[in-house]
């Protein structure tokens, strides 16, 4: 499990998982799939405190040894038949009533800039991206309140494209790139209204026929460093069924946030 999250082709014993490139994620997955395949209880303290393949299999054979986990076992995430709506989860209770208490920041955006080479089709790229939010929940997701709490609302449409795209190219190369940087910590700077969906910020620049740059901006309430991942996959793999005229290829997700958060509330 963690040669497969380090995606390095050998992993001793011996060797340290943190040393070897791992971070908190890539250790939460590492948890998560390793309590997935033996039944275990393990936390994320536990490969902190046994770092290599050895130290852990040590604890996990000791936790087994204590045979309590069968008690602790936990009822699996269902996928609800009503996605319009869902709890917060404690998580996201923490972010909102930070967020009430001291507004106006923007110490929760999760801002990204990615520089784009190679032929641009901006139509397909902002229908690839219409895409993906209409299979998202999450990205058509607020925060708003009900009686005395909160909870996830979602809708069915949101408003969110690329287009019109910001065209620098006709700038000086110097003058350009500075420009690029000034629209994007602007940006950035920009606030988010946790009532109004969607909780994301997307902007498109021209810098040349074939050089683009990418400004993609969530939420956190929403959004977590492996969010990144999903984003890379789905947008490449819609890109690509659309240049092709095909259907797009994703299954349909099993699972929504939603979902889990029902599942953590319970």
Same mark, same amino acid.
């Given at each position: 499990?963690?040669?497969?999250?380090? +995606?390095?082709?050998?992993?001793?014993?011996?060797?340290?998982?943190?040393?070897?490139?791992?971070?908190?994620?890539?250790?939460?997955?590492?948890?998560?799939?390793?309590?997935?395949?033996?039944?275990?209880?393990?936390?994320?303290?536990?490969?902190?405190?046994?770092?290599?393949?050895? +130290?852990?299999?040590?604890?996990?054979?000791?936790?087994?040894?204590?045979?309590?986990?069968?008690?602790?076992?936990?009822?699996?995430?269902?996928?609800?038949?009503?996605?319009?709506?869902?709890?917060?989860?404690?998580?996201?209770?923490?972010?909102?009533?930070?967020?009430?208490?001291?507004?106006?920041?923007?110490?929760?955006?999760?801002?990204?800039?990615?520089?784009?080479?190679?032929?641009?089709?901006?139509?397909?790229?902002?229908?690839? /991206?219409?895409?993906?939010?209409?299979?998202?929940?999450?990205?058509?997701?607020?925060?708003?309140?009900?009686?005395?709490?909160?909870?996830?609302?979602? /809708?069915?449409?949101?408003?969110?494209?690329?287009?019109?795209?910001?065209?620098?190219?006709?700038?000086?190369?110097?003058?350009?790139?500075?420009?690029?940087?000034?629209?994007?910590?602007?940006?950035?700077?920009?606030?988010?209204?946790?009532?109004?969906?969607?909780?994301?910020?997307?902007?498109?620049?021209?810098?040349?026929?074939?050089?683009?740059?990418?400004?993609?901006?969530?939420?956190?309430?929403?959004?977590?460093?492996?969010?990144?991942?999903?984003?890379?996959?789905?947008?490449?793999?819609?890109?690509?069924?659309?240049? +092709?005229?095909?259907?797009?290829?994703?299954?349909?997700?099993?699972?929504?946030?939603?979902?889990?958060?029902?599942?953590?509330?319970?």
């Amino acid at each position: 499990a963690m040669q497969e999250m380090l +995606k390095v082709q050998q992993l001793g014993i011996d060797d340290d998982f943190f040393a070897m490139g791992g971070h908190s994620l890539l250790a939460a997955r590492v948890i998560g799939q390793i309590n997935k395949q033996l039944g275990t209880q393990l936390t994320l303290r536990a490969l902190f405190e046994a770092p290599t393949p050895a +130290k852990l299999a040590q604890m996990i054979v000791g936790q087994s040894e204590g045979s309590v986990q069968a008690e602790d076992a936990r009822d699996p995430i269902v996928h609800r038949q009503d996605q319009s709506t869902a709890p917060l989860t404690l998580m996201q209770e923490r972010i909102r009533f930070i967020e009430e208490m001291q507004p106006g920041r923007v110490v929760y955006n999760a801002p990204s800039a990615h520089r784009l080479t190679g032929p641009m089709n901006l139509q397909a790229f902002d229908q690839a /991206f219409a895409e993906m939010i209409r299979r998202q929940p999450a990205l058509r997701t607020a925060i708003v309140p009900e009686g005395d709490h909160y909870i996830q609302k979602v /809708f069915d449409e949101v408003q969110a494209s690329l287009l019109p795209v910001e065209d620098l190219s006709d700038l000086p190369k110097a003058q350009r790139e500075a420009v690029l940087a000034q629209r994007l910590e602007a940006l950035t700077a920009e606030t988010f209204d946790l009532s109004q969906a969607p909780l994301l910020k997307m902007r498109l620049f021209k810098l040349a026929d074939e050089e683009h740059a990418l400004f993609f901006m969530t939420h956190h309430i929403l959004w977590d460093g492996w969010s990144f991942d999903i984003l890379y996959t789905e947008i490449s793999s819609l890109y690509e069924s659309i240049l +092709k005229g095909e259907a797009p290829s994703l299954a349909p997700l099993s699972l929504t946030y939603g979902d889990y958060a029902q599942w953590h509330n319970e």
